[in-house]
Every structure is written in structure tokens, then in C-alpha cells.
């Protein structure tokens, strides 16, 4: 079994479940139903987004991820802060000592993904010059997305950004370079600062050795120790590297900046890249040349492992943007290394999930959706999530699937004791054969009397 099928960021808690349908209804791909009185997460359908974490009034999602004692297993620790990471603390606060404050606290590196970000700029503008791409290409940086068409939109794999993902692309630089310094590649270990649950699955899903991402670590855990010893922090001036290009990745918009000027656009929060996705998927938006995704509404800063409200976030971000308007430039003899040591390649290609799909033999699948249709026809199309699926199709896909009945529907359930009731009533008024002529008798003697 595959790391992939059996560790999912986004965990249920039972405990604090009271079998609500705040999450049902806002999951994107329909991973969950609600049986029993819980909440049961399809792991093949689940794309780690932390919509339903975002939703649960009752705190029973969470994101599993890695605590900062883990760092201890390794001899020599790198740092990989997200460009979130850095709007989490107001504008004023020099960004060199919050690198700095992440030293103190027992990494013995930092290397920032802002910068990966911005050394992934140039590969992806070789890339758009190529005239074979697909249009709209993808955005291949939000692990949310991908996953999300690997699952609902597989038609659209071809769209997607072949190359890794800044975080991918700094990990496998950071370790490079720490093998430079004598490390062997066991003892190094690297870990992710991170703002969501997709990045806390796409680190499990790393590769080896090059790829690997040893860790993720909460974006808030990391603050909560940080914010601590910043007083006592003394500021390293050298350590801060990244500037307005790559910091930018850190709200939407801020890719496709990178990029400089063309035809891009830039989405973010999930229902509303599901909407664009479907304009692509039937042929709209070729003109598009560049489509940056983000599962969070406001981009990264949006996750639900951050600390800051999103609106202040996007604030402080754009404070940085001015205060670090400087871009080093990267020297090409290090972008063709790297690209020769595969630095911007996927550790793993793209893979249509097939979950969607109602049966392997074609033939039985149409049987299946006729079915479906004329379930749909038959529910009464309120989708009040009360039978435990999202919406009136999804408990009919459900039910056709045999993981549904149809009186699972209060609705139809109801109908269904009126009809009983009014045929019990029925049975009730009949008199049996046997019986008709005494019966007879007796309104007959009576009369006379």
C-alpha cells in the first residue's frame, strides 16, 4: 500500500463529532457522509483542502501534522518557511530575525521556499515559451488543487505545470547544499513550516532521498514557540535572501506577478477554482496562457494552520512587498545544475483517481446512471443533507452504490409510512371471507328488530 492511500492530513475527531451536516455541504468533492450520527471521510475522494476543518463548529476536523521535536532525530536541520510564514508577524518586524528566531529555536539552517518560488519563476517562463503546452497550463504549486483534478477533473492533467512545486524545488536545493557542507543525505533533515493540511500530505508523499521532505510542522505551533523569543532574538542580516517575487507567493496573485507580464489569471478559495476548472474542461479560457490556483480564499495566507486573520495577513504581505522590493537574480549556471540534477522535476507524475467513476465495465456504469437519473427524479431536490449525503444526487450515486437506502431520505421515508399507514387501514376495514355471511346475518337481524 502506497503512502498516499493511507495517510491523510485532515483527521476526524469522534469524540467532538454531533453528526452536523455543516461539513457535508461544504466539501468539495462530496468525501463525507455523515453515519451513525458521525462523520465518516471518503480517503479516496479527500483532497486534504481543510474546508471541512474551516467549517466544523465543533472543532472535531483537524490537521495531523508533525511536532518541532522531531527535528531531534536529525543531526543537521534545515528550515523550509512558507512565504505565509512571514505575514503571520506585522510588517514592522524584520523578516532576517524571524529567520534568525528559527535558529534559536533548534534548526540549524533556514532555507526559504520564497526563494524557491522565485528560482521556480524562471524555469516556469522557459516552460509557457514552449509551443506544445496545453492552455490554460495549471499552477502545480497548491497540492490541493493537483489532487483535486486527479480526482473530479482528470481530463485536465494534461493542463497541469509538469514541474514540481516550490516547496518540492527548495527541498531537494536545501539538501544539495547541506551535502556540500559534508552531510551524508540520512543526516540531514528537512521540514516544512506549513499554513494547511495539503502541504502536510504532500511532504508524506515526498520521494526519497533527493525529495524528501523529512516533516511538516504547523505554521502555529511554530509561532507559538517563535513569538516567544523574539525579544531575546539577535538578528542575522545575511540570512534574509528572498525578495518581492518570491514573497508575493504568499496571497494569490502573487505567482503569476512572478511571472511578469501576460496572459494569466489567478483564482483561489476551492468552490471557486472548481468553477474555472470547469470553464476549462469545456474549452473555455484558451486564451489564458497561465492559471494560478489556490485552494484558500486570499491564497496561503488563507490556510487553517496559520495564526493571522487572512484580511491582516494580506496587509502585512503587502507592507513586505514594498519594504523588500529587491530581486537577486539567479545565476544561470546554477538553473541548468539544478535542472540537470532533476531539482525540477515531479518525484511522482500525475494520476487520474478514478474515484468518480460508478463501475469499471462501461455497460453497468450506464445502467447505474439511468438509475441515478431516475432517483433524482424521484427525491424532492432540496439537498437539506439530512439523509447524510451533501446533496439529493450524491445519495443517489450512494444508493445505486449500495451504501444508501432510499428511506435514508425523511422525505421519501415519510411517503413511505403514509402509504403503509393508508394500506394498513385498508387491510384494518376488510373482513375476511369466512366471516361475510355472519356479518350479513347480524345487519340483517338487526334491521328487523
Not at 71 to 87: G, S
Not at 160 to 183: N, W
Request: proline share 5%; charged share 25%.
Amino acid at each position: 500500500m502506497s503512502r498516499e492511500e493511507i495517510f491523510h492530513s485532515v483527521r476526524l475527531d469522534e469524540s467532538k463529532c454531533k453528526g452536523c451536516t455543516h461539513c457535508i455541504r461544504r466539501c468539495p468533492t462530496e468525501a463525507i457522509r455523515v453515519k451513525g450520527g458521525k462523520a465518516r471521510i471518503n480517503e479516496e475522494r479527500c483532497i486534504d483542502c481543510g474546508e471541512c476543518i474551516r467549517t466544523c463548529p465543533n472543532y472535531a476536523k483537524y490537521a495531523q501534522s508533525d511536532p518541532l521535536e522531531a527535528i531531534k532525530e536529525f543531526k543537521y536541520t534545515i528550515a523550509l518557511p512558507a512565504p505565509a510564514f512571514y505575514a503571520q508577524f506585522k510588517f514592522t518586524l524584520p523578516l532576517s530575525k524571524v529567520l534568525s528566531g528559527l535558529l534559536k529555536i533548534g534548526f540549524h539552517d533556514v532555507f526559504e521556499v520564497a526563494r524557491g518560488a522565485e528560482i521556480l519563476a524562471e524555469e516556469i517562463k522557459c516552460y509557457l515559451q514552449r509551443r506544445d503546452i496545453v492552455k490554460p497550463v495549471i499552477s502545480s504549486a497548491c497540492p490541493a488543487v493537483v489532487r483535486l483534478i486527479e480526482v473530479k477533473f482528470p481530463s485536465l492533467l494534461e493542463n497541469l505545470l509538469p514541474l514540481d512545486s516550490p516547496l518540492g524545488v527548495v527541498a531537494k536545493i536545501a539538501r544539495l547544499e547541506a551535502m556540500k557542507k559534508g552531510y551524508r543525505p540520512r543526516e540531514i533533515g528537512i521540514f516544512f513550516i506549513t499554513p494547511c493540511p495539503a502541504k502536510v500530505t504532500e511532504v508524506r508523499q515526498s520521494g526519497d532521498d533527493l525529495a524528501r521532505v523529512d516533516g511538516a510542522i504547523s505554521m502555529s505551533s511554530v509561532y507559538s514557540r517563535l513569538v516567544n523569543e523574539l525579544a531575546t532574538i539577535e538578528e542575522v542580516i545575511h540570512s534574509q535572501m528572498a525578495g518581492f517575487r518570491g514573497i508575493g507567493w504568499a496571497r494569490s496573485g502573487g505567482e503569476q506577478e512572478s511571472l511578469g507580464p501576460g496572459e494569466y489569471m489567478a483564482v483561489d478559495g476551492i468552490h471557486h477554482v472548481i468553477a474555472v476548472l470547469e470553464k476549462i474542461e469545456v474549452g473555455e479560457l484558451k486564451e489564458v496562457v497561465y492559471c494560478e490556483a489556490q485552494a484558500c480564499v486570499g491564497g496561503c495566507i488563507g490556510g487553517v494552520l496559520a495564526v493571522q486573520n487572512p484580511f491582516i495577513a494580506k496587509v502585512n504581505v503587502n507592507h513586505l512587498l514594498q519594504k523588500y522590493n529587491f530581486y537577486a537574480p539567479i545565476e544561470k549556471t546554477h538553473q541548468a545544475e539544478w535542472r540537470k540534477k532533476g531539482v525540477f522535476l515531479r518525484s511522482k507524475p500525475y494520476e487520474a483517481k478514478e474515484v468518480m467513476r460508478l463501475d469499471r465495465d462501461l455497460h453497468r456504469a450506464l445502467e447505474k446512471y439511468q438509475t441515478i437519473e431516475k432517483l433524482v427524479e424521484k427525491l424532492p431536490g432540496l439537498d437539506c443533507g439530512a439523509c447524510g449525503s451533501p446533496t439529493c444526487r450524491a445519495l443517489a450515486e450512494d444508493i445505486v452504490q449500495e451504501k444508501a437506502l432510499e428511506v435514508d431520505c425523511p422525505f421519501l421515508l415519510r411517503n413511505r409510512m403514509v402509504d403503509l399507514a393508508v394500506e394498513m387501514y385498508e387491510l384494518a376495514s376488510k373482513v375476511p371471507q369466512t366471516m361475510i355471511k355472519e356479518e350479513e346475518g347480524k345487519k340483517v337481524g338487526n334491521q328487523n328488530s
